[in-house]
């Protein structure tokens, strides 16, 4: 009994995720889901985007977090259109939350969505949200055994940005170790290494980012 209403759960969220995909290919815009442990540096990263995609790419953000509207906050100030999501407990977000979240942005403007997920490395990758692709970050003071611990995020995410590696020197952090066991439970995962604060690395994710946003027809509008 259990495991089935677990299931429809599941499938509910399915079915709506789905909706949510048809309505991010009518306006031919790129969606990712960006998952992490709290604090890996997401917001950052999405301020970063903001300084160096800005210009070329309209970029939407929806921001989940337990509480608070702060990293709307930071992601609006960085320019980027902003909504914040309170999941008021909710240790992840599901498709029924973007869903209803979508009014307050136009979709037509953007040719990128962001969702930021709760910093959580568990449940946040078992919900769709409708994506095009999972993007999960890493950052090199959390242990590089993380993706033996935490599997399911790094089997999921098409792409795995290590991130912080400006702190290598300060830290015990086998990055070669990290790729490895990732790529072992994702033989296709693309990793890239950054830091938001020295702008290492921050090229190729842009470029990636870029790349599949003018795949999905941003530009041709
Ligand atoms: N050293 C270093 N710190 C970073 C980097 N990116 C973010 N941080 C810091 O890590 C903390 C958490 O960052 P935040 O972006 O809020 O993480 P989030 O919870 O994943 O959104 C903040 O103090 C950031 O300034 C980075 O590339 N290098
Ligand atoms: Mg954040």
């Known amino acids: 009994m259990k495991v089935s209403v677990v299931k429809n759960i599941l499938d509910a969220n399915d079915r709506i995720a789905a909706e949510n995909r048809e309505l991010f290919d009518r306006h031919q815009l790129f969606t990712i ?3 992490s442990s ?8 999405l301020e970063a985007m903001g300084r160096d995609l800005g210009g070329r790419i309209n970029i939407g953000v ?38 209803s979240s979508l009014a307050n942005l136009d979709l037509a403007a953007l040719d990128l969505l962001v969702v930021e997920n ?18 999960m970050l890493l950052s090199v003071t959390e242990g590089d055994d993380k993706p033996l611990k935490y599997p399911l995020m790094f089997r999921e995410s098409r792409v795995l940005l290590i991130s912080k590696i400006d702190l290598l020197p300060h830290v015990r952090c086998d990055v070669a170790a990290i790729r490895r066991a990732a790529t072992a439970l994702n033989p296709d995962i693309r990793i890239f290494e950054i830091s938001s604060y020295t ?23």
């Open 38 to 45: 709290p604090g890996a540096g997401k917001t950052t990263l």
């Open 62 to 99: 929806i921001e989940g977090d337990i509480q608070s509207s702060l990293d709307a906050e930071r992601v609006a100030a960085a320019g980027l259109a902003a909504v914040q999501i309170e999941t008021e407990g909710a240790c992840h977000l599901d498709a029924n939350m973007i869903r």
């Open 33 to 35: 889901n960006l998952m």
């Open 118 to 135: 709760v910093g959580n490395l568990v449940c946040p990758a078992e919900f769709n949200t409708g994506e095009h692709a999972k993007v």
């Open 199 to 221: 702008g290492e690395g921050l090229d190729q994710w842009h470029g990636w980012l870029t790349e599949q946003t003018a795949a999905h027809g941003a530009g041709n509008r």
